[in-house]
């Protein structure tokens, strides 16, 4: 079985690997912080409960992924929930380590 830091490894690799995920043609929300598919949204450390904000992609859908805690660089999962209109709905941190 793959454990918990797969993604993290994966997401490792790709960075090492320069990978980076493709946008199509026209798409501005990577560098155009007030496009309506992107957003900041402020995350409560479930390791050391200092808030952060971070960026979110809404433009992917509902997803979850791993993010370094910005206060204690510890491995935080996100769940980004979003509405049939691609509104957000929810956004959760926890921990990986449970
Ligand atoms: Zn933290």
């Known amino acids: 079985m793959l454990g918990p830091d797969h993604g ?5 690799l790709d960075e090492q690997y320069g990978l980076e995920p493709v946008f199509e043609p026209g ?3 990577e560098s ?4 309506p598919l992107s957003g900041v949204a ?3 450390c479930p390791y050391c409960g200092e808030r952060f904000a971070t960026a ?3 433009s992917a859908g509902s997803q979850s992924y791993i ?3 910005q206060v204690c660089c510890q491995p935080i ?3 980004l929930v979003l509405g049939p209109s691609g509104e957000l709905v929810a956004f959760e941190a926890g921990r990986i380590d449970v």
Do not use: G, S
């Open 32 to 35: 155009d912080p007030e496009a």
């Open 27 to 29: 798409d501005q929300a």
């Open 77 to 79: 999962e996100m769940r």
């Open 42 to 44: 402020d995350v409560d």
């Open 56 to 58: 979110i992609d809404l």
């Open 67 to 69: 993010e370094d805690c």
């Open 8 to 12: 993290r490894m994966e997401k490792t």
